[in-house]
């Protein structure tokens, strides 16, 4: 398994990024998107213009569904406190697409766990209530 960074360096971080991962039932994805989010909208990077990332994009993974084995997630944990409206505004042109801002990451060190979900690929397990 390719390990993002931290997780290939600290075990104690390792054993975090899995526990996390079965918590939400995802596995490791992968993709040569700059941000994620075509990706995860659409299965594939669908622009030829996808440059740029927004401020929050920091220790960022890309995560499949166990269950389907669809892209599901693009998180991030950056350090300090994120606006959830910021997180809103970068996924607006995506209606597929919900947001949340939250204190859990696996990453730990004062981080912030930005989870952006397609909310069609999205594992029971962590479904947000309607």
Known sequence: MHWPYGPNIYV?????????????DLKSGDTGCSSGLHWLDKGRCAKRDCHG?????????????????RPALVFNQPYGQVDPAEVRE?????????????PESWYGASTTGVYIWNDG??????RAPR
């Not at 990332?53 to 084995?69: A, I, M, V």
């Not at 209606?95 to 801002?101: H, M």
């Open 90 to 102: 970068s996924i607006n042109e995506y209606p597929s697409l919900t947001a949340e801002v939250g």
């Open 53 to 69: 990332k927004p401020g929050f994009y920091d220790h960022t993974t890309t995560w499949l569904s166990r269950t389907t084995g």
């Open 12 to 24: 104690r971080m390792r054993a975090d990024l899995l526990d996390w991962a079965d918590r939400h």
């Open 121 to 126: 690929n999205r594992p029971e397990a962590v």
